[in-house]
């Protein structure tokens, strides 16, 4: 019988998972990382007093993440500790009043009386929308995260039914469902953005995405106390327990193959490490691109899976703290429709972008020295692209245009504050995460490329490979790709069972 080796490429997230999930069903898992850090894109950077959080900064459906830990036998409240955050949101615009989110019924309701029109005309509309959402989010957590539902066949299998009687929206975008519902045009822009969580389009994805503000207005909004890393570092120690060998500094250079087989994987230094079962969380297409050097004719089958955006991660370091920012923001473009269609379908830089900022200080005082600002901006570009004529400098003009948009909102004297800065573009992104084509959430959730899907997490070609993290399903986002691993441990315990 096979002695069930798994070999797991990339320590993100979901290969942090699938490794964690494997080893508590009895088998023997180690871990490659080519960084010197586990973690992935949950990252974490300190430069003159000021802790960066390079990657994620939200962190939602703590269910998934205790699943995982429950898994191993243990509590995550041992390993990792949550702080609520309010507002969830802080919504900022150039010429009309800031709204902020909330889960309080009573503090939300005020939010809406800053909205021109009938007040109760606003909340009718709010709650009818929650109600959709909720929903939504019922309907696709039953099937497609309960279940793991891995493709379009498995998933019309499933919801034969919800489908033919239209209790999934599908056939509407997401936009055009929020705009049947909700009349107030910043209402409308707000809830468009919640697609950033998946770094895609609300013209393009489906109407069922709209399940993505029940994320934090059912099960909350959080930070991870002493730093989102912290997750990193709970997780690392787990698998420390465990007993999962974790190989930092360790380039994977190709996933060795015999017929319908993979059968290990070669370093860069040359050796070779024998395996049953081969784990990737390098992100599909780049893995059959570069590790496996498959043909054309069948990489070109994966085009569907396009790349979700990229952006520039501008980090700050202010020399005094802006009180006007929560510790979520969003500054929004006077044109959000014409932001989605410049990114998603022309691919080019915006000139007046839709921007995430994040200032955690206001949760986590030690992220910054007294009396200064710790703050991140993001804003959503399109992924690289071969003779796209964008370059280093249009990135850092980009990044004055995201200043620019702030100083506009309230943020007088931002620029001449600055005494810290760091400046992550999209190649950046590709080259430390080996991502496909600098992507930040993987693959781009459109109904009419892809049908909203990620990749499936297991190889057609391989009868022993498997994939996890954001380009597969259920997609990106932390809580997505923790229970990508889950999942993916599941099928191969499914297929591969140790007797």
């Not at 055009?176 to 389009?201: N, T």
């Not at 190709?254 to 017929?259: M, N, R």
């Not at 923001?329 to 379908?345: L, M």
Request: hydrophobic content about 35%; aromatic content about 10%.
């Amino acid at each position: 019988m096979s002695s069930h080796r798994v070999t797991v490429i990339g320590a993100g997230l979901g290969g942090i998972s699938a490794a964690i999930s494997l080893k508590a069903a009895g088998y023997d898992v180690e871990v490659f990382e080519k960084n010197g850090q586990i973690g992935g894109k949950l990252n974490v950077m300190e430069k003159d007093g000021f802790t960066f959080d390079l990657g994620p900064s939200i962190f939602t459906l703590p269910q998934f993440f205790q699943d995982l830990f429950e898994r191993a036998g243990k509590k995550m409240e041992d390993y990792v500790q949550l702080d609520a955050v309010t507002p969830h949101w802080r919504n900022l615009f150039e010429n009309k009043p800031t709204i902020d989110l909330y889960q309080e019924e009573d503090l939300m309701r005020q939010e809406l009386d800053k909205l021109p029109g009938d007040p109760e005309a606003h909340w009718r509309e709010f709650k009818a929308f929650l109600t959709y959402g909720r929903e939504q989010y019922d309907i696709v957590n039953d099937g497609y995260f309960d279940k793991g539902l891995d493709n379009l066949w498995e998933f019309i299998s499933y919801y034969k039914l919800k489908l033919l009687g239209g209790k999934i929206d599908y056939k509407n975008s997401m936009s055009e469902s929020i705009h049947q519902r909700l009349s107030d045009p910043q209402l409308r822009m707000i809830f468009e953005y919640f697609i950033k969580y998946v770094g895609s389009s609300a013209m393009d994805s489906p109407g069922y995405m709209n399940l993505m503000p029940m994320i934090q207005f059912d099960y909350g909004l959080w930070y991870v106390r002493g730093g989102m890393y912290n997750l990193a570092k709970g997780l690392g120690k787990l698998m420390e327990e465990m007993g999962i060998p974790i190989h930092l500094n360790a380039d994977v250079e190709a996933i060795e193959k015999s017929g319908k087989q993979v059968t290990g994987i070669r370093m860069t230094d040359g050796t070779v490490h024998a395996s049953d079962i081969i784990v990737s969380n390098m992100e599909v297409i780049p893995a059959y691109k570069k590790l496996l050097n498959e043909p054309i004719s069948f990489t070109r089958k994966l085009e569907k899976f396009a790349p979700a955006c990229s952006g520039i991660v501008l980090h700050i370091g202010t020399n005094k703290p802006f009180p006007q920012l929560a510790h979520h923001n969003f500054f929004y473009s006077e044109d959000q429709h014409k932001h989605f269609d410049t990114v998603f379908h022309k691919k080019q830089l915006p000139q007046d972008p839709t921007l995430y900022v994040v200032a955690p200080t206001r949760t986590d005082p030690s992220k910054a020295p007294e009396g200064c600002d710790n703050i991140k901006i993001l804003p959503h570009i399109p992924p690289l692209e071969e003779g796209s004529g964008i370059t280093h400098e249009d990135y850092v003009a980009l990044k004055d245009r995201c200043i620019d948009k702030m100083e506009r909102c309230g943020l007088t004297g931002l620029r001449e504050s600055i005494v810290v800065e760091d400046l992550l573009t999209p190649v950046d992104i590709e080259r430390m995460y080996r991502s496909n084509r600098g992507s930040i959430y993987g693959v781009v959730t459109d109904w009419k490329l892809n049908y909203g899907f990620k990749a499936p997490k297991t190889s057609s070609r391989y009868k022993n490979l498997y994939f996890t993290g954001g380009s597969t399903n259920p997609g990106g986002g932390m809580p997505m790709v923790v229970l990508s691993g889950q999942q993916c441990a599941d099928r191969i315990i499914k297929r591969h069972p140790v007797s």
